[in-house]
């Protein structure tokens, strides 16, 4: 990345060299956005903002581990100019084990990752969107953080396996993003979680079942939310159907 932030509209989107953090940078720089492509490996880092630069997009790699400090200091401390902020990486943690299995180490490293890294990024990056005359933060959450899913006798969540980490911590990120929504209304800077739906990559291949939805498709709720004009809704929770009950 260069040392000078671009005067346009600037996007971070952390966790993007593959899946839907990808083609949320692709859709972005389709806005006409220069995108930060997060990365915590630079050579894939910058082999995916290779190929949306070769569609034609302004995106630049920068090199960022949300569970690291020292990378998330020196791309704030890099940047001069942030509008948008979708904090998009995360992990799933152990798939399968009930809560009564489940290690603490487990439930502490999917925390570190998906609410923690969220914490930090954003507080790191608040100076820049402060100064932004249209901020807009965008948590990539999921359908498994409702609770009224997993409590709805009618909804198909609530027969699924119970978990102690990953849909826990989509829950626990909804709370985070609503308290920000709440923080930061003063300072005209929209906050809100997005439920992209279960997509074929990286974090579902273990699944045992097939899911033909794309990334491509999971990306456009969060494209949506980080364009959002000044009327736009803050501290609420979105899928491509509307509000996701919490």
């Avoid at 943690?93 to 914490?119: C, H, K, M, S, Y």
């Avoid at 899911?211 to 004009?229: E, H, K, Q, Y």
Wanted: aromatic residues 4%; charged residues 20%.
């Amino acid at each position: 990345m260069t040392d000078k932030t671009p005067d346009k509209t600037t996007a971070l989107v952390t966790g993007a060299n593959k899946g839907i953090g990808y083609e949320v940078a692709a859709g972005l720089a389709r806005e006409g956005m220069t995108v930060l492509l997060g990365s915590r490996d630079r050579e894939r880092g910058e082999d995916a903002a290779a190929r949306l630069r070769a569609a034609g997009g302004d995106v630049r790699t920068i090199v960022l581990d949300v569970t690291d400090p020292a990378t998330i200091e020196a791309a704030a401390a890099a940047l001069t100019r942030l509008d948008v902020l979708v904090n998009n990486a995360g992990i799933s943690g152990p798939v399968g084990r009930p809560p009564g299995a489940t290690p603490p180490q487990d439930l502490r490293d999917v925390f570190e990752t998906n609410i923690i890294g969220v914490l930090m990024v954003t507080n790191a990056m608040l100076p820049l969107l402060r100064r932004s005359s249209a901020a807009r933060i965008v948590n990539v959450s999921s359908g498994v953080g409702s609770l009224a899913h997993h409590t709805d006798p009618d909804h198909y969540m609530s027969g699924l396996p119970p978990m102690a980490t990953y849909p826990v911590s989509k829950t626990a990120l909804n709370a985070l993003t609503v308290q920000y929504a709440k923080e930061l209304r003063k300072d005209g800077i929209l906050v809100n979680a997005a439920a992209p739906g279960a997509c074929a990559t990286d974090l579902t291949k273990d699944l045992p079942y097939k899911i033909t939805r794309t990334a491509a498709d999971g990306a456009a709720i969060i494209v949506r939310l980080a364009t959002l004009g000044p009327d736009g809704p803050t501290g609420g929770f979105y899928d491509d159907e509307g509000t996701v009950p919490w």
